[in-house]
Every structure is written in C-alpha cells, then in structure tokens.
C-alpha cells in the first residue's frame, strides 16, 4: 500500500476551512459540521489511492464529505428534514429594504431552503465551483444543477422579499409597481 | 414619473442580460450575501483538532519522506 505523501497531506490541511464552510452549509450546526468534516478527513486519508495528483482535491474531498453527509441522514431517517411549509411559517424575515440586506436574515433564509437547492447555490454561487464540477460532486446531471440554483435563487428571493434585480417574466413587472412607491 | 419608468426598465432590462450570464455574479444581492455568508464560514478559525487528527493518522500510516 502506498504512503500518504506529504503534499496530500499538507493539500488536505489546506483544505478544512472550505471543508468546513460546506459542511456548516449543509448541517446548518456548528458542532455536526465539524464531525462531518472530521469523518471527510479520514475516509479521504483512507482512500488517498483512489484520488489522481493534478485533478482537483477540493472537488474530490468535497464529493466525499457530501456523500457523507447524506449517509449519516439517511441512518437517522432524515429527522432534519422538513423545509417547506411549516418552517417558512415560523420564521420572520423582515422584508429588505432599499437592497439592504441583513446577513443573519440571509442565514434564515437559506436554512429554509431543501439540501438539494441548498448545496446547490452554495456550489456555484460561493465556494467557486463550475456547473460541471458541481454536477459532478453531487452525481447528477448539469442540467439539474441549474435548475436547483434556479429555483434556489427564487426562493432566496421570496423569502427575502427582493424584488426588482434582474427578474424574468411577470417579476419584472411586479418590481417596477412596488419601485413606483418610493417614486 | 414617466422617466423614471423608463430608466427603471431599462435598468430591469440590464439586469436580465447580466443574470443570464450570471445571475450569482455581483450585480446580484443573493450573489453578494451568499459570498459574504460563506467567506464568513471560510474565514473561521479551524480547531485543533482537525491537525490532531491528521497527526495521529500520520502515525499510523507515516508520511512518505520524500516528495
């Protein structure tokens, strides 16, 4: 069996701060996320054969800690579970206003989204990843991811009652009636 | 009032064509909070534990020395 190099090792230090963004992003707790990450951390050390120098570690390590991830949910019978509906009614999310934008509103607000749409966003929008890449980690189709960050995005925006940047269809209406307010 | 309503769906126009390239990019304000959320995340110090860890898996299974 081959050693562990170095450099995989000091690649893998490298890699726990966005190891553990993602996986904060995905539990939405502090301390799983940290148990999640530790678990990525030792599968990956495990399996260091299977990973090809010059390919991408953040993806890989990424692919294992999600996959991870809903392991462990699926042993619990998903208990985290439940997005839609009853929780939406729960929270209160003050509407933006003028584009201001609170960060813990914003934290809600993505707590309430499904995990697929959730990781999703996240993937794209802020850990850096193309749509291909993304696909990849999540094992599924481009096309799927796209359509997750767009329904994402949309939710996003309801929830947070934003209106008016960069709509389609009817939305870009309705944004122009509530700007005519402040007009 | 009838120019500003030409200037706002002009600039609704603007931001349709940004979106389709980017609709995460910084022109977005979902974009922009969802970078801040997870630079936050990102930025956060990293326990201990974490290089405890790795160390105790050297251990077991050392490192190669060159490379």
Request: proline share 4%; with cysteine.
């Given at each position: 069996?081959?050693?562990?190099?170095?450099?995989?090792?000091?690649?893998?230090?490298?890699?726990?701060?966005?190891?553990?963004?993602?996986?904060?992003?995905?539990?939405?707790?502090?301390?799983?996320?940290?148990?999640?990450?530790?678990?990525?951390?030792?599968?990956?050390?495990?399996?260091?054969?299977?990973?090809?120098?010059?390919?991408?570690?953040?993806?890989?390590?990424?692919?294992?800690?999600?996959?991870?991830?809903?392991?462990?949910?699926?042993?619990?019978?998903?208990?985290?579970?439940?997005?839609?509906?009853?929780?939406?009614?729960?929270?209160?999310?003050?509407?933006?206003?003028?584009?201001?934008?609170?960060?813990?509103?914003?934290?809600?607000?993505?707590?309430?989204?499904?995990?697929?749409?959730?990781?999703a966003?996240?993937l794209i929008?802020?850990s850096?990843f193309s749509y291909e890449e993304a696909a990849e980690i999540c094992?599924?189709?481009v096309?799927?991811i796209?359509?997750?960050?767009?329904?994402?995005?949309?939710?996003?925006?309801?929830?947070?009652?934003?209106?008016?940047?960069?709509?389609?269809?009817?939305?870009?209406?309705?944004?122009?009636?509530?700007?005519?307010?402040?007009? | 009032?009838?120019?500003?309503?030409?200037?706002?769906?002009?600039?609704?126009?603007?931001?349709?064509?940004?979106?389709?390239?980017?609709?995460?990019?910084?022109?977005?304000?979902?974009?922009?909070?969802?970078?801040?959320?997870?630079?936050?995340?990102?930025?956060?110090?990293?326990?201990?534990?974490?290089?405890?860890?790795?160390?105790?898996?050297?251990?077991?299974?050392?490192?190669?020395?060159?490379?």
């Amino acid at each position: 069996m081959a050693a562990v190099s170095q450099g995989f090792k000091t690649d893998l230090l490298g890699s726990i701060p966005s190891l553990r963004a993602f996986a904060v992003s995905l539990t939405q707790n502090a301390d799983k996320a940290d148990d999640l990450v530790q678990e990525t951390l030792v599968k990956a050390w495990d399996k260091h054969e299977s990973f090809q120098p010059g390919t991408n570690l953040k993806a890989w390590l990424f692919t294992i800690l999600r996959n991870e991830f809903y392991s462990q949910m699926r042993k619990r019978g998903r208990e985290v579970q439940d997005s839609d509906g009853v929780m939406t009614a729960r929270l209160a999310v003050h509407p933006a206003q003028h584009g201001q934008l609170d960060l813990e509103d914003f934290r809600g607000a993505l707590e309430l989204l499904p995990e697929d749409q959730r990781e999703a966003i996240i993937l794209i929008g802020a850990s850096g990843f193309s749509y291909e890449e993304a696909a990849e980690i999540c094992g599924c189709a481009v096309g799927t991811i796209k359509s997750r960050v767009s329904r994402a995005r949309t939710r996003l925006q309801e929830i947070l009652k934003i209106s008016g940047e960069d709509e389609y269809g009817p939305d870009a209406i309705s944004a122009q009636v509530t700007g005519s307010t402040a007009a | 009032m009838k120019n500003m309503t030409k200037a706002t769906t002009a600039g609704v126009g603007n931001g349709r064509r940004a979106a389709s390239r980017d609709p995460l990019g910084p022109n977005s304000e979902i974009g922009r909070k969802l970078k801040q959320y997870y630079d936050e995340l990102v930025s956060d110090n990293v326990p201990d534990r974490f290089a405890q860890l790795l160390s105790q898996l050297e251990k077991a299974e050392p490192v190669q020395k060159k490379d």
